[in-house]
């Protein structure tokens, strides 16, 4: 009888014994499973960590990408504007086309532009100085028209006589050289010299028989012959 109660108090000790093994097994796989996620969350916040710093530096680079695209578009934009700056375009004069730069024809146009305002004195200085700066322009028959007129309108016919006979010499198939002529003519006849005046109409009708000019002209010389 005692023996086998002994038996059975060993068959419950070694059943404990296995169970208190197997439950510190179990402990030690819990542990490593823990120790694993935890390697593995770390890993995983370190990846993030390196994943935000990735598409912060691509944001970074993004935003100089685009600041150059702005530069560059800027200077092709400055570039387009010199280039229409320095290209030369055809634009209408007196019914026909000329080729001039732009800078050229804000020069002229701003020059004559002062004859309409009575500024005669300004107009020539500007005028002057036009012919300077653009000494093959294509304005310059017009350019010395209107500084012949503001002299005209300035009581200088001697200035106007010079000019306006430059005019017609140089450029005898520009439309202001009929005008030019008529204009000489009556700066000689407002210095008396009749004369020359009706020397210059019928040079005047003669050269350029069917302009506007030379029908003035026709009558004007008919009005001097009756004088004298």
């Given at each position: 009888m005692v023996l086998r109660q002994t038996l059975w108090a060993l068959s419950f000790l070694a059943l404990g014994l296995q169970a208190s093994g197997a439950w510190a097994f179990a402990d030690d796989e819990a542990r490593t499973a823990i120790l694993e996620l935890r390697e593995q969350l770390k890993a995983s916040q370190r990846a993030q960590v390196d994943l935000m710093g990735q598409v912060e530096s691509l944001r970074n680079e993004n935003r100089r990408l685009n600041g150059e695209v702005e530069e560059l578009t800027r200077q092709v934009q400055n570039l387009d504007k010199r280039l229409v700056e320095i290209e030369p375009a055809q634009v209408e004069l007196n019914g026909r086309l000329i080729t001039v730069k732009p800078a050229e024809?804000?020069?002229?146009?701003?020059?004559?532009?002062?004859?309409?305002?009575?500024?005669?004195?300004?107009?020539?200085?500007?005028?002057?100085?036009?012919?300077?700066?653009?000494?093959?322009?294509?304005?310059?028959?017009?350019?010395?028209?209107?500084?012949?007129?503001?002299?005209?309108?300035?009581?200088?016919?001697?200035?106007?006589?010079?000019?306006?006979?430059?005019?017609s010499k140089t450029y005898p198939k520009s439309d202001k050289a009929p005008e030019?002529?008529?204009?000489?003519?009556?700066?000689?006849?407002?210095?008396?010299?009749?004369?020359?005046?009706?020397?210059?109409?019928?040079?005047?009708?003669?050269?350029?028989?069917?302009?506007?000019?030379?029908?003035?002209?026709?009558?004007?010389?008919?009005?001097?012959?009756?004088?004298?």
């Open positions: 024809r804000r020069e002229f146009d701003k020059a004559a532009g002062l004859f309409s305002q009575r500024d005669f004195r300004g107009c020539i200085q500007a005028l002057n100085t036009f012919k300077k700066n653009w000494p093959k322009s294509a304005y310059t028959a017009d350019a010395d028209y209107w500084r012949a007129s503001s002299y005209y309108a300035l009581g200088d016919y001697k200035s106007v006589i010079q000019i306006t006979n430059n005019i030019a002529l008529l204009m000489k003519s009556s700066s000689e006849l407002s210095n008396g010299d009749l004369d020359a005046a009706k020397a210059t109409l019928e040079r005047l009708i003669k050269r350029y028989p069917k302009s506007e000019e030379a029908k003035t002209g026709k009558e004007r010389l008919k009005e001097m012959n009756q004088i004298g």
